[in-house]
């Protein structure tokens, strides 16, 4: 029984992959294109801009893909032609990680003052209603004890 699960699926497994048409494994030329910057000095991407230079890199784009070059061959070729001003996104190594990490990093040490700014504030506000209520305390106890003492008095002259 339970060969026959592990047999069904793998059969459906297969018949999956297989429905899959090849051109969803293929490259296309938009996929170079979000990970390029236009060197026009526009600031845009690649595929959004719309000056003859972003023309022309597009076009050597599709001319490196129909030589059977991968997206990472297409990538560093425009790197070392251009630099690595011309990613759209910074490299994951060395100095350039900082623009992964720094945001979180940020993020992090934010929370944290704000959580201690938070308990400061709020345990400062417990201590002056915890001194108020003892003053209160303090005043209201006397002025029962005069009560008390003129209600005594009463009492001892009836």
Avoid: H
Avoid at 54 to 74: S, W
Avoid at 81 to 90: D, F, K, T, V, W
């Amino acid at each position: 029984m339970r060969l026959t699960k592990y047999v069904v699926l793998i059969i459906f497994s297969l018949m999956f992959m297989l429905s899959v048409p090849s051109r969803g494994f293929s490259l296309t030329s938009t996929e170079v294109q979000s990970n390029l910057m236009c060197d026009c000095g526009c600031g845009q991407l690649l595929g959004t801009c719309e000056c003859e230079r972003a023309e022309e890199m597009r076009t050597m784009i599709r001319g490196m893909m129909d030589k059977g070059m991968t997206k990472e061959e297409i990538l560093n070729s425009f790197v070392s032609q251009y630099g690595e001003s011309i990613l759209a996104a910074p490299t994951k190594k060395g100095f350039n990680l900082i623009a992964y990490i720094l945001p979180f990093v940020g993020l992090l040490v934010g929370v944290i003052v704000a959580v201690i700014f938070v308990r400061k504030w709020a345990f400062s506000g417990k201590k002056e209603a915890a001194a108020e209520a003892e003053t209160k305390g303090a005043g209201l106890n006397d002025e029962m004890q005069k009560k008390i003492d003129d209600e005594l008095k009463k009492f001892e002259e009836d």
